[in-house]
């Protein structure tokens, strides 16, 4: 962990692809820590869940549940594998992943490349910590609908919570299922297919006031456990990098104030009555603390990791507690909005 910096100049001298898969072959072949305990002061309750701190590691570091042990031995809260497809998939042609370095960005269009559900379910049976399970659609589906169900129906054995993921903008036609008619079908029928395993939602941070307010009332209605906001961007901010007019979502430094202003108006617009999941942009404590403050109860990240390497878990768990007692809260509940 502490030899990322050293390390770090060789990952960027490879393809980002393939540094990604080297650097899960390489956790493979490292032993599991042990997951994190529960933190006084971090400890959360979120979905009926206990949460040992809130950092967790975002959907698609982990598509296909390889390493979730690993990670949670660095110290992250929680883990999101996926996503994960009923069948398995090739996912969009190469070159589709960019580091944008000058930016601490990421823009991908990876297409949920991963291996199904029936590959992951062994990898997940025998899991430690809290695990949740990120699903969508197959690229060719005839019914998509049928797809979240059997995400649900399949998955929830495997998972701590699962997360309906709508939000890819790599998979066309994807995100109109937040349109407000196909959201509702959506969620009543994976309503109807739920079992003990809470169900998040995640979103794009790509939505119009209007059609957040439709999501957030769809979600309550349907019993929904949390929001997650919020996925990649395909909006451009200025950016420095060579590559920032690569076609896909963008992620980390340049997201951080659109995630945020989108993760206000989610707060404002269920007023308090569902668990909100910050992602986008969180590099450091006081992003992840200025989220809590604006409403979450947790925090993920995935782009950051990139750039500062595994301790980043600690290090932001670390700053929270500080942030904190600064404060003068004694437990992260009391800090949540
Ligand atoms: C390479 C890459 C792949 C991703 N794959 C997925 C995915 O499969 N499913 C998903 O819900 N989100 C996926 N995401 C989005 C992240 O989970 C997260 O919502 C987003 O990157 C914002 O957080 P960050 O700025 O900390 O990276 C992916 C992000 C990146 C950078």
Redesign the pocket.
Known sequence: MVLYPLVRPLVFALDAERAHRLTIRALRAIPPGEPSREDRHLAIRVAGLDFPNPVGL????D?DAEVHRQMLGFGFGFV?V??LTPRPQPGNPKPR?FRLAADRA?I?R?G?NNRGFEAAKPRLAGRRGLVGV?F?ANKDSADRIADYVAGVREMAPFADYL?V?I??PNTPGLRELQDEGALRELLAAVGEARTAAPLFL?VAPDLEPREMDAIARAAIEAGMDAL?V???TVSRPPLRSRRASEAG?L??AP?KDL?LRRLRDFRAATGGAMPLVA????ENGVDAYDRIRAGASLV?????LVYQGPGIAEAITGELRTLLKRDGFATLAEAVG
């Open positions: 975002a959907a698609g570091f598509k999101e996926g996503t992943l990421v991908n990876m949920f990120n969508g997360t993921n939000s890819s995640k997650i919020a996925n990649t979502g992620s980390g997201l995630a992602a986008g942009g969180i993920q990240l995935y782009t950051a």
